[in-house]
């Protein structure tokens, strides 16, 4: 079993930042990519970014964020971070954390993913 705990969220103006982690605990070795996702109220749950957490470190981004947001990864600390700059209103969401063993499909597909954290509220105000 993995375990995943976000932190980071809260409430910042548009144009600010705010960066989220992801820490990862239990049978991290298993963990082949780490995603992060959010769902807005009354949407469903889609993709932001994910990183290869073994085996190389390409990065994947939505196009709705390329450009301000970077995810990265610590291995010796077993976190995955989320940077997001230039937050827009259109941000605000519960954000995720995710861990896949493998991946069957693509790398945005919720199905993918076998573990997931318990969420972090971030909300951009106009």
């Known amino acids: 079993q993995v375990q995943l705990v976000e932190s980071g969220g809260g409430l910042v103006q548009a144009g600010g930042s705010l960066r989220l982690s992801c820490a990862a605990s239990?049978?991290?070795?298993?963990?082949?990519?780490v995603g992060w996702f959010r769902q807005a109220p009354g949407k469903e749950r889609e993709f932001v970014a994910g990183?290869?957490?073994?085996?190389?470190?390409?990065?994947y981004y939505a196009d709705s964020v390329k450009g301000r947001f970077t995810i990265s990864r610590d291995n010796a600390k077993n976190t995955v971070n989320l940077q997001m700059n230039s937050l827009k209103p259109e941000d605000t969401a519960v954000y995720y954390c995710?861990?896949?063993?493998?991946?069957?499909?693509?790398?945005?597909?919720?199905?993918?993913?076998?573990?997931w954290g318990q969420g972090t509220q971030v909300t951009v105000s106009s």
């Open positions: 995710a861990a896949a063993r493998s991946l069957n499909s693509g790398i945005s597909i919720t199905t993918n993913y076998n573990y």
């Open positions: 239990g049978r991290t070795f298993s963990i082949y990519v």
């Open positions: 990183i290869k957490y073994s085996g190389g470190s390409s990065t």
